[in-house]
């Protein structure tokens, strides 16, 4: 950010304005300064992860059974017929 450093990702809004009073203390222009929140903002959306949920058993059995070649129907079936014993 032109010479500005900017810190990973703020915790909480109190560490999210000093990032914003950094830049602004480098910056004049008001639109410049603008612009840079708005990237930084964009930068921090970007990099947040978001969790992703683990696979049912069900899901994992059907996609092997996908993988091997069977059919969706016949997959449903095989895992029926494993559920019932």
């Known amino acids: 950010m032109g010479g500005v450093h900017v810190d990973p990702i703020p915790n909480s809004y109190e560490e999210l304005e000093k990032e914003f009073k950094k830049i602004r203390s480098c910056v004049t222009d008001d639109t410049l300064f603008t612009a ?3 990237l930084y903002i964009a930068k921090l959306l970007s990099e947040k992860k978001k969790r992703k949920r683990k696979p049912s058993k069900y899901n994992l059995f059907i996609k092997e059974k996908l ?5 969706l129907k016949q997959a449903i079936e095989e895992w029926r017929k494993l559920k019932k014993k």
């Open 36 to 38: 840079k929140a708005l």
């Open 67 to 71: 993988k091997e070649g069977m059919t």
